[in-house]
């Protein structure tokens, strides 16, 4: 008899056959780029239940530029395998052509040219219009939304989350998760996830002082569905404490909680779900682990790594969906639920190239209503670039050594740091800078830019503890975003070596000096999760800097010297 891993395997391959995420046909329409709204909805409907995922908007409302990394490394056991691809062995990976609008929304190369050619993606006006299409095909769609939606812009800042709330209560979800939306604080949180008209889902969020689930926050949610019972899991970033300030939601304790998740499968298929869908921000790599580890669940819709695959990852008999950031992408999953179980599904990750997909209107009024009162504030020109500005990779990216850059001329100070955070769209040369741009990289709610002395050993430790963060060969422990950005400071990493190992070769780049682990360097950086931290707000600070260049050139930063990959 057939297994149903044979049956998921063979759904698989029938995807990547007839293309069902249309890159087939995407790149051979490269050369006209004659993309259409049509061309990109494009679906044949498959069996009785389909799913909606988007996650990590970062507050997103209007279409963005957004680089995907050119250096993602995979440790371990997922050395080489995706989302640990880039550039052109991604497109030789899924026969995606150089040139072509999937080039162009998947990978970095020549992207500064490319965004010329097919222009802005995302634009949650742009999202509603593809939600609508899939709910007119499959009107019971569930829409799930992976979090990391309630932060990442100065509106987004300055209304303490209410512009997204408000826009995402427009495309009207059936659930969503959580990471950065703590950063807004517990009480903020509290009242805006008390007022959704949705439900907010997390298996993993605990009271932290009597160790049981938040009651505000549901474990899971049962929907009914094409005559099957479908149970949706949430999973919120698990790190919460290590990587953002603890002491902004004190009453809140999360972690994987990778039993109590087995528990929560089990008690759910004791209940008659048919399929089991986790609802997750774990990061890429972390739900693959946990795929290995938890027995029964069917679909992880996998959020906070940022990653955009065209195909899903399938682990034992879980299928793993990666739908990007910023808006760019929106995925849809349809399933077929046979006899209490998944027998195969057909996806596709669907790109929201703005220039192609007509706004919809009532949601265009929306997002225009929620900027209204801030707009000219949000124009205004603070400089201009000759370089292309981007955040993403694991050491480094033009708007990182720009803020760097600011913070060593404007602090007066012989290294900076500047956090690896993931999130943040990108400016391409010749364009302006404008104060949303400035706060689309910087925008968070522990801003200050703080000025200290810090001995060498000491600078050395914190590298190495946040390269263990990123680099442990243990999924379970990796709790970072990117490596921390380093400003005046070249080093050496060798990723194959262990916890306090991998860091060598500090050295001082104004002075060419190695690092003197007893001698006190004067640091400049922001993003402190100490509470109290004092100093400029970094907005500020990279303004300031950006006025008094006119036209900012990043030259290319080779002080990061990586061995081991």
Known sequence: MISRRDFLQASMAASALVGASGFGNWSRLAAQQALTQDQLLQFDTFGNVSLIHVTDIHAQLKPIYFREPEVNIGVGDVNGKVPHVTGADFRKLYGINDGSPNHYALTYNDFAALGKTYGKMGGLDRVATVINAIRADRPDAILLDGGDTWHGSYTCYHTQGQDMVN??????????????????????????????????????????????????????????????????????????????????????????????????????????????????????????????????????????????????????????????????????????????????????????????????????????????????????????????????????????????????????????????????????????????????????????????????????TIMEDVADNIFNPNPYYQQGGDMVRMGGLGYRIDISKPQGSRISELTLLKTGEKLDPSKNYVVAGWASVNEGTEGPDIWDVVETHIRNKGTVVVEPNTSVQVVGA
């Open 167 to 460: 826009v995402m209560n427009a495309l009207k979800p059936d659930a969503m998760t959580f990471h950065w939306e703590f950063t807004l604080g517990s009480e903020r949180v509290n009242e805006l996830v008390s007022g959704l008209p949705f439900d907010s889902l997390a298996q993993n969020i605990f009271d932290a002082e009597w160790d049981e689930p938040a009651e505000l926050f549901k474990p899971y949610k049962f929907f009914e569905r094409g005559g099957a019972k479908v149970a949706v899991i949430g999973q919120a970033f698990p790190y919460m404490p290590i990587a953002n300030p603890g002491w902004m939601f004190p009453e809140y304790a999360f972690g994987i909680r990778d039993e109590n998740m087995q528990a929560m499968v089990d008690e759910v298929r004791g209940m008659g779900a048919d399929v089991v869908v986790v609802l997750s921000h774990n990061g890429f790599d972390v739900d693959r682990h946990m795929a290995s580890l938890v027995t029964g669940i069917d679909v992880i819709l996998s959020g906070h790594t940022h990653d955009a695959l065209p195909e899903p990852v399938l682990v034992g008999e879980t299928i793993i969906v990666a739908s990007g950031s910023n808006g760019k992408f929106v995925s849809r999953v349809d399933l077929d639920i046979r006899d209490g179980r998944m027998m195969g599904f057909r996806h596709k990750l669907i790109p929201i190239f703005s220039d192609v997909i007509t706004p919809d209107a009532e949601v265009a009024a929306l997002i225009d209503e929620q900027r209204a009162p801030f707009e000219s504030t949000l124009s205004e020109v603070l400089g201009h670039t000759d370089s292309l500005l981007y955040r993403r990779g694991n050491f480094n990216g033009t708007w990182d050594d720009l803020i760097c850059d600011a913070l060593l001329t404007e602090r007066d100070a012989d290294i900076a740091m500047s956090p690896g955070v993931r999130w943040g769209p990108s400016v391409l040369p010749g364009q302006a800078i404008t104060r949303e741009d400035l706060w689309n990289v910087t925008s968070m709610t522990y801003p200050k830019a703080y000025r200290t002395e810090m001995s060498g050993e000491f600078i050395h």
